[in-house]
């Protein structure tokens, strides 16, 4: 009895500690960073969309920004279909009465591998917008992303 109630408790403790939903895929959003300044000097997507008109973006940069988002969701939606996949291996891993530790901590390389790439495309899309905006665009953004995203 004790032994499956920690089976359980570890397996429902999986997708919060690995920070992933075993939920079919969603639209990709920019993720929270960890506060150590760089996201400081990125602007979401949606953020500059809202503000288009002020910053008078022209259709070249509209198009940019857009191709970014289109390509980042493409890439997250495989991204999530992977990581459900092998979220779902290791719990069959540690499901197990005795758990193949050698081969449970391999799952988890995967698993955080794909999340690893996740995170890589969401700052690649991120520079990507900030190199679409001319530096004066970008210092009219500061305000707005203050205002926004005030931690």
């Known amino acids: 009895m004790t032994s499956r109630l920690s089976t359980l408790v570890i397996l429902g403790l999986i997708p ?4 992933a939903q ?17 996201e400081d000097y990125l602007f979401p997507p949606e953020l ?32 999530q279909w992977q990581i459900q996949d092998e979220q779902l291996k290791l719990a069959e891993l540690v499901s197990q009465p005795r758990v193949e530790e050698t081969a449970a901590l391999s799952q988890i390389d995967r698993v955080l591998e794909l999340e690893r790439q996740i995170k ?32």
């Open 16 to 19: 919060g500690v690995l920070g």
């Open 22 to 38: 075993a939920s079919a895929p969603r639209m990709p959003q920019t993720p929270p960073v960890a506060a150590s300044g760089f």
């Open 48 to 79: 500059v969309m809202q503000h288009q008109r002020i910053l008078a973006l022209t259709a070249e940069q509209r198009a940019a920004i857009t191709d970014a988002v289109k390509a980042l969701q493409a890439q997250v939606v495989d991204f």
């Open 120 to 151: 890589r495309a969401h700052l690649a899309s991120l520079i990507r917008i900030k190199n679409a905006l001319t530096p004066e665009q970008q210092q009219q953004m500061l305000p707005f992303k203050q205002v926004k995203y005030a931690r």
